[in-house]
Nanobody, 126 residues
Framework: QVQLVESGGGLVQAGGSLRLSCAAS????????MGWFRQAPGKERELLAA????????YYPDSVKGRFTISRDNAKNTVYLQMNSLKAEDTAVYYC???????????????????WGQGTQVTVSS
């Protein structure tokens, strides 16, 4: 069982930046594809970014492309989501997730995630 713990959420003004972190347990982190998702009230869960096990491939939907960057430090068992130019519509609970497959260049495709964190609230004001 992989445990994921998100941190770094909070209240930020529109136009500001925030960096989320997700710390993973286990010793096979580098084999997992990782993703960041969010869910706002009344909306479906949305994939924001995904990264392959090695970090060599990443995916972003148009809604965040150019504003959000996913990265990982496999030596620290941590994945990050750097969020810039935040908008009020970015307000949501943000979750990280792990897939037991690394997925490589297919990391943005349709696939299941096996483990989920508890989420961290991001609120963008103004």
């Amino acid at each position: 069982q992989v445990q994921l713990v998100e941190s770094g959420g909070g209240l930020v003004q529109a136009g500001g930046s925030l960096r989320l972190s997700c710390a993973a347990s286990g010793r096979t982190f580098s084999t997992y594809a990782m993703g960041w998702f969010r869910q706002a009230p009344g909306k479906e869960r949305e994939l924001l970014a995904a990264i392959s096990g090695s970090g060599g491939n990443a995916y972003y939907p148009d809604s965040v492309k150019g504003r959000f960057t996913i990265s990982r430090d496999n030596a620290k068992n941590t994945v990050y989501l750097q969020m810039n130019s935040l908008k009020a519509e970015d307000t949501a609970v943000y979750y990280c997730a792990a897939d037991k497959d690394d997925w490589g260049p297919q990391v943005g495709g349709l696939h299941a995630y096996d483990y989920w964190g508890q989420g961290t609230q991001v609120t963008v004001s103004s």
